[in-house]
């Protein structure tokens, strides 16, 4: 079967875990109920020493920079070639049978292709969309879903389709009987590796609190598109793009997010606090630490 005629693209960024990428891969086609309608687009840093050979004929490769998540993301989706893309892991097993069908069932409710819909990783589930899946169509549509310089994705494009959904148009929606168990190190289920390590958790929250601008003029742009409007706000922030601001810059643009915010007040409040949250744990926990290999600064 050739590439044009494939469905699903999963995107996958791997880094020294060959052995958990190919388990992750034999889990998501032998619960698939179409399983050549899936492809896999692989993203690997171009210094990895980790042997990914076997993986040459199982998947569309690219390789290039260690960089951020919407960089390795972006770089993915324009050489894949499904209709439908589900961002993952590679610390990830799939649980769920016929978990294609249930998608495909899903998809004929958003006809015109502009949903956010995610799986059951059996952690974060509902809270947060660890493994966002959307359209390509959306992705090439509206460029502004991955910022390149953004690693928090999954809470962006949350937080985006939240925006929608307070304007009155709800396109988000939880599968919670797709289960992707997400076998992370810090609930118990893997041990912790150098992939793991070399991560900070929170250096990225800053971009994410400076690009709400760029999601609440994005969703306004896509209600306007849906409901066949005139555009009424150019997709454009007004924020200097930094990667470090000082505790009270934070504070103050995590008010505005609260405040300027177009999505639901309870959802409003319990972003605040889970970026307060963040923000006060990063302050305490690596205060004087840093990550082992820090990503190259685009």
């Known amino acids: 079967m050739n590439n044009s005629s494939k469905e699903i693209s999963i995107i996958v960024p791997s880094r020294g875990r060959p052995e958990k990428l190919l388990q992750m891969m034999n889990s998501v086609l032998e619960c698939a109920t179409l399983p050549k309608l899936i492809e896999f687009v692989i993203y690997l840093d171009n210094d990895e020493n980790s042997d990914y050979q076997i993986f040459n004929d199982k998947a569309v490769i690219v390789v290039g920079e260690r960089t951020f998540m919407g960089k390795m993301f972006s770089s993915c989706i324009q050489k894949s070639n499904g209709k439908t893309i589900l961002i993952c892991n590679d610390d990830v097993v799939a649980r769920t ?27 974060k589930g509902a809270d947060l969309c660890t493994f966002p899946i959307f359209s390509k169509e959306f992705f090439n549509k509206y460029p502004g879903i ?35 168990e997400h076998l992370h190190y810090s609930i118990g289920k893997s041990n912790i590796d ?105």
Request: aromatic content about 14%; proline content about 3%; charged content about 25%.
């Open 97 to 123: 049978k016929g978990w294609d069908e249930i998608l495909y069932n899903n998809l004929q409710s958003f006809p015109d292709n502009v949903f956010l819909m995610y799986p059951n990783d059996l952690n």
């Open 146 to 180: 991955l910022p390149e310089d953004l690693t928090l994705i999954d809470l962006h494009l949350k937080d985006l389709f939240f925006q929608l959904h307070g304007l009155g148009s709800k396109r988000i929606k939880y599968l919670h009987n797709v289960v992707f």
């Open 194 to 298: 150098t992939t793991y390590a070399s991560r900070h958790r929170f250096a990225n929250d800053d971009l994410f609190i400076l690009y709400a601008n760029l999601r609440f003029n994005l969703s306004e742009k896509i209600l306007n598109d849906i409901e066949k409007k005139s555009l009424k706000k150019e997709i454009l922030s007004n924020k200097t793009m930094v990667h470090k601001m000082t505790t009270i810059q934070f504070c103050k643009e995590n008010l505005l997010m609260l405040f300027f915010s177009n999505a639901p007040i309870f959802y409003r409040l319990k972003l605040f606090l889970y970026m307060t949250a963040r923000r006060t744990y990063s302050v305490f926990i690596y205060r004087f630490k840093s990550p082992k290999n820090k990503i190259k600064k685009i």
